[in-house]
């Protein structure tokens, strides 16, 4: 196919142009595809006007020569010839006929004749010789071809290039080396080409040094560097001078980062591509040069943040990849920049948080992605679903925008969420809560776990005083880094009136779990009320390695373990924090682990003991701030319960003024003397109070019933 759209370049560009000595050229109407045909020998097709395409053995090329000898009013554009058992192309191959094109393949082909190319008819103009096994660029015979303006050796296997390899090709214009074994250029390999506009230099072992050594270049306009051995960080003189450049292709490098003043000779390039490479830093003003930048890949690295100061000088940037990275945020820095941003492309990162003001009403994206990053869709978000419900992308893009957390958004589109049900803090935790307070209340703990590598057996405690009941469901999930998916769903049917024993429930599921991997189990049951209504009631599991032939011992996940219930947080005028963590059940031997975090980043910690589970953090400013906190488990790290999180929202601070400040103080001196007044003359008829004041309330808990975090909508639908 490539060498197809290559044809019909050279077709339309030259063979309408008469050459010295050659018949008038036909109408495409009136052309003919010349008959060479001698089986086995050689046989010719044309699959397009004045293209003749042959294959054959090492004496096709002399019978293709003799035909197209006789046939004098033939005229054939380009000739592509695939030949066997061929070694040497031996000269003059082609004497008296008139070709634009030319095309020779064997993949055997390491030596080419210095008179390989004389007596043509025409100049040639485009010459490939791909997919052999040259060693060296056939200079001595290319000198007979000084009208050449396209050549391809790529796929050879050449090492070097050198100051004499294009010696007498002045007019070439395109020139494809890839796939060779090229480690070594010489700084002037390409200083007699005036015209030399598309250089191809993709899949070889080309390193920086020799990059950057080589001498200024004037005319390129597309270079590609794919593929090569370039190690190291992108710098102000990595490439020399290329004033024309404009399409720089360095992908699928080993390039670490790029630096203040990256590429300060390429001062028009409009296209980099740098995708899979390890750039994990770009410095700030590291494209100060490259303002005429439109395109820019940067997918498949490892970037983990975007300064607005690196970007800043990109203002005619339209089309920004950063798919496959380590993003964790999408924040105004990164889009504000880029005024005629019109393509961003942020699939598969780890973005969590999109800050309020990184997409304004202003901003004229026309397509934005964001597959497969883990939106946490609290409150944060109600100004990005804003923006992205009255935005003109496309509906598939929108539908990229996809919540991970909370559990109860989990795999919910977020232009489809109402901004309301955007909760933060205690207003999320009470919307997560709210639906099983009444009338559900957690009565079904897993007991046992037996797995025979065919099916799962699953033995449930249900609570006394549960009956009568009926059963609906039981769901898988896995635990897949920080998040959790819902790999299976199955239906299941039990009457708890007709069980022997209605306090254990045994299910047996089919599964194609596999080994090892991380996986919760919940149970979905009906309970019946004194109406006609029916309670979700739902048991869930911690997460448990599944291991064949392995019995879990009864109690293994009711708890023994403490995990975090609750984290409550009051941010006060005087800019500190008070923190206070529920834990069930009631430990005193265990430690807690409590993070203040600033959008995504970490401000302070701090270790609490389980028995006073509270802490002050001090001057802060107005916020808002991220409260998590975890119990610190001895031993492995397995099974943990991930961190709990709260939002603290904005304070106004209210700044007093000495007027405010006397007020206060003549108000508490006559409040102290009416309290003094009135404590004595009761002093002998009241006994003391002791009055106390308790910021914080935990929720009371049933000891033999385990606290189910994840509650999934999908058992809800029979209420």
């Known amino acids: 196919m490539w060498w197809l759209s290559l044809s019909l370049i050279w077709w339309c560009g030259t063979s309408a142009i008469p050459s010295p000595g050659s018949p008038p050229p036909t109408r495409f109407e009136d052309w003919r595809c010349p008959e060479i045909t001698q089986q086995p020998v050689v ?57 634009h094109g030319l095309v020779i393949s064997s993949g055997e082909i390491h030596e080419v004749h210095p008179t390989a190319f004389e007596g043509l008819l025409s100049p040639l103009q485009a010459l490939g010789l791909p997919n052999n096994r040259l060693v060296m660029v056939p200079t001595e015979a290319l000198k007979s071809l000084p009208e050449l303006d396209r050549l391809d050796l790529s796929g050879n296997r050449m090492k070097m290039l050198d100051g004499s390899s294009f010696k007498g090709l002045r007019n070439l214009s395109f020139i494809d080396m890839s796939n060779n074994l090229i480690t070594k250029i010489s700084a002037n390999a390409f200083d007699n080409l005036p015209q030399l506009r598309i250089l191809r230099l993709r ?50 490098n080993s390039l670490s980062s790029i630096k203040m003043g990256a590429l300060q000779g390429l001062t028009n390039l409009t296209s980099l591509r740098l995708q899979h490479n390890l750039i994990d830093v770009i410095e700030d003003h590291a494209f100060l040069h490259l303002t005429t930048l439109v395109s820019l890949d940067l997918a498949h690295n490892r970037i983990v943040a975007v300064s607005g100061a690196s970007l800043a000088h990109l203002s005619y940037l339209t089309e920004l990849d950063l798919r496959h990275n380590f993003l964790r945020a999408l ?42 990053n883990p939106l946490n869709c609290d409150c944060s978000l109600i100004e990005f679903s804003v923006w992205l419900t009255n935005s003109s992308i496309q509906a598939e893009d929108k539908s990229t925008a996809i919540c991970t957390t909370p559990p109860s958004l989990e795999n919910g589109l977020l232009v489809d ?47 006394e005083g549960t009956s009568p009941y009926t059963c ?36 047996a599921v089919p599964t194609s779990l596999q080994l090892n991997h991380k996986y919760r189990y919940c149970v979905a049951l009906f309970g019946s009320e004194k109406s006609d209504d029916v309670s979700l009631i739902l048991g ?10 392995t019995v879990i011992p009864q109690n293994s996940f009711t708890g023994l373990m403490s995990k975090v219930d609750s984290v409550q947080a009051n941010l006060s005028t005087s800019g500190s ?3 206070q963590v529920g834990v069930y059940p009631d430990s005193t031997k265990c430690e807690l682990n409590v993070a203040l975090l600033d959008q995504n980043t970490l401000l302070s910690q701090r270790k609490l003991s389980c028995e006073d589970p509270r802490y002050t953090f001090v001057d802060l400013s107005q916020g808002p701030y991220r409260v998590c906190a975890n119990v610190i488990q001895p031993g492995p790290a397995i099974n943990l319960p991930k961190p709990k999180c709260v939002t603290v929202y904005k304070k106004d601070f209210h700044r007093f003024t000495g007027l405010d400040i006397a007020f206060v103080a003549i108000f508490s001196v006559l409040c102290i003397m009416v309290i003094a007044l009135i404590w004595g003359v009761r002093r002998m008829l009241l006994k003391p109070k002791l009055q106390t004041h308790q910021c914080f309330l935990p929720p009371d808990y049933d000891e033999n019933v385990q606290h189910n975090r994840y509650v999934k909508l999908q058992a809800t639908t029979k209420l």
């Open 540 to 549: 869930c599991s911690d997460m448990i390695p599944l291991v064949q032939n």
């Open 577 to 579: 924090i008070s923190i």
């Open 472 to 507: 609906d469901a039981i769901f898988i999930y896995e635990e897949e880094g920080p998040n959790e998916i819902m790999l299976e769903s199955f239906p299941i049917k039990c009457n708890s009136s007709e069980m022997a024993d209605p306090r254990i429930l045994q299910v």
């Open 417 to 463: 969420i109402p901004a309301d049900s955007l909760l933060c803090g205690e207003d999320e935790q009470e919307s997560i809560m709210a639906p099983l307070s009444t009338p559900y209340r957690a009565k079904v703990n897993l007991r046992d776990l037996k797995y025979d590598g065919n099916s799962i057996k699953l033995s449930w405690g249900v609570e």
């Open 203 to 252: 899949g070889n072992r080309i390193s920086l040094p020799v990059i950057s050594k080589f001498n200024p270049i004037s005319t390129v306009e597309d270079l590609d560097l794919s593929e090569n051995l370039l190690v190291g960080p992108l710098g102000p003189k990595t490439f020399p001078k290329m004033e024309c450049l404009k399409d720089l292709q360095l992908s699928h």
């Open 43 to 99: 046989e010719c097709s044309c699959d397009m006007p004045h293209t003749l395409r042959c294959t054959g053995d090492k004496s096709a090329m002399q019978i293709i020569a003799r035909k197209l000898r006789s046939l004098r009013t033939a005229s054939i554009s380009l000739l592509d010839c695939t030949v066997q058992n061929v070694s040497i192309v031996s000269g003059p191959l082609l004497e008296g006929i008139s070709l």
């Open 331 to 372: 924040t105004a820095d990164l889009v504000l920049p880029l005024k005629s941003l019109k393509v961003l492309k942020l699939d598969d990162n780890d973005i969590s948080i999109i800050a309020s003001d990184a997409l304004k009403p202003t901003t004229v994206l026309k397509h934005l992605t964001l597959l497969e």
